[in-house]
């Protein structure tokens, strides 16, 4: 049986059809609601965007979210878990002064921010999952003692797992550094030859793993936890990872971790995708790139799979921008994901979830 993805575009030519009334009409159409029941702690579960990135959803289409938790009885409150990099996120305070200076403030959203793994990352929960890399898998602890989640999630490019979208924002959004560091476990390496010795990667390193010797960047990998800032930032693409054994494997352990981060919460979690300025990286990165492709719309479901199929079919419709970080497959159908980094393989996280019973891949997509 498909899984249902409701979908609507960013036409309006009426106040009906503004963007704040068709998040409240997706939430609705998908059946958002029966995932929240009244006195729930209902966490919306967002990225907050590293300061100096602009392309994370806007603060007043949460709060669309925020007034239907409230309007069935629940008790919303706005969440993200600390970075394993460091950046103005890696502690409760650094992260939610950011989440202000980005407007995720109770004037604004109408609910409190909680940062759910508390001041430095340990307030964590271990979840029994028994899958073929983890038997558990540490989760942030307020994410584990919410009753319900609503996951909100910036669809767009990622510099290993392909794309991000609801898993990433489960599998490593909902994860402590800790539990960031079980999934990264790949290590990178410094290619010298086409290393210029600009020393970016030995700023960003949060282990201080990475020095200059005679002017090359040389990575000490029993230091290194794999976050791979470094390759983020690095100018020349001198820093590299064994992409045919490691990838797969971080992928996979990505995706336990959103297993992890929904068990025992069946039926209670729902999914609102925005496919607006699809840009080439994460929100983690400070800097916010160019759209690969136009915007496209918005999708809601109660599976995460079905969401991300139809995100990633949705992108890959598209006729990709020349002028982009996109340097191939700019033709509508072409996989945009490969065009940026051939080397990546976002759907190997669909197929990983659908065989752990996560969701579907089939989907049908419904337009309000």
Not at 72 to 93: E, H, I, K
Not at 146 to 174: P, Q, R, W, Y
Not at 261 to 268: D, F, L, N, T
């Amino acid at each position: 049986m498909k899984s249902k993805v409701w979908f609507a575009s960013l036409r309006a030519r009426s106040p009906e059809d503004s963007t704040e009334a068709k998040v409240r009409k997706l939430f609705d159409a998908a059946g958002l609601s029966s995932c929240i029941h009244t006195q729930d702690r209902t966490a919306i579960k967002l990225h907050f965007g590293e300061k100096g990135n602009d392309s994370y959803i806007s603060p007043v289409f949460i709060r669309q979210v925020v007034e239907k938790a409230k309007a069935a009885g629940a008790l919303p409150f706005v969440t993200d878990t600390n970075t394993l990099y460091l950046g103005s996120r890696s502690n409760a305070v650094d992260h939610i002064t950011t989440a202000v200076l980005h407007g995720f403030d109770y004037a604004v959203v109408g609910a409190p921010v909680i940062i759910a793994d508390g001041l430095c990352g340990k307030n964590t929960a271990q979840v029994e999952i028994e899958k073929k890399h983890f038997s558990t898998v540490t989760v942030a602890g307020d994410i584990v003692a919410a009753d319900s989640m609503i996951v909100m999630t910036h669809f767009k490019g990622h510099e290993v797992a392909g794309f991000g979208g609801a898993i990433k924002n489960l599998g490593m959004g909902c994860a402590p550094p800790a539990g960031k560091r079980d999934q990264h476990q790949a290590k990178p390496y410094s290619i010298r030859d086409l290393c210029i010795g600009c020393g970016k990667c030995t700023r960003v390193c949060p282990k201080s793993a990475i020095t200059l010797v005679d002017k090359k960047s040389v990575i000490d990998k029993n230091l290194c936890i794999g976050c791979f800032e470094c390759m983020t930032v690095c100018p020349s693409r001198a820093i590299d990872i064994d992409w045919e054994t490691e990838i797969p494997l971080f992928t996979e352990r990505m995706v336990e971790y959103a297993y992890g981060a929904v068990k025992g919460k069946e039926g209670r979690v729902g999914y609102i995708s925005f496919l607006t300025r699809i840009t080439p990286d994460c929100d983690c990165v400070p800097w916010s790139d160019a759209s690969i492709v136009p915007d496209i719309g918005i999708l809601a479901s109660t599976d995460p799979v079905a969401i991300d199929a139809a995100a990633c079919d949705l992108v890959n419709k598209q006729p990709g921008f020349k002028e982009s970080f996109l340097t191939h497959h700019h033709d509508p159908g072409d996989d945009k994901f490969a065009g940026m980094r051939p080397n990546t393989d976002g759907p190997r996280q669909l197929r990983y979830a659908e065989e752990l019973g996560m969701g579907s891949r089939d989907y049908e997509l419904i337009q309000i």
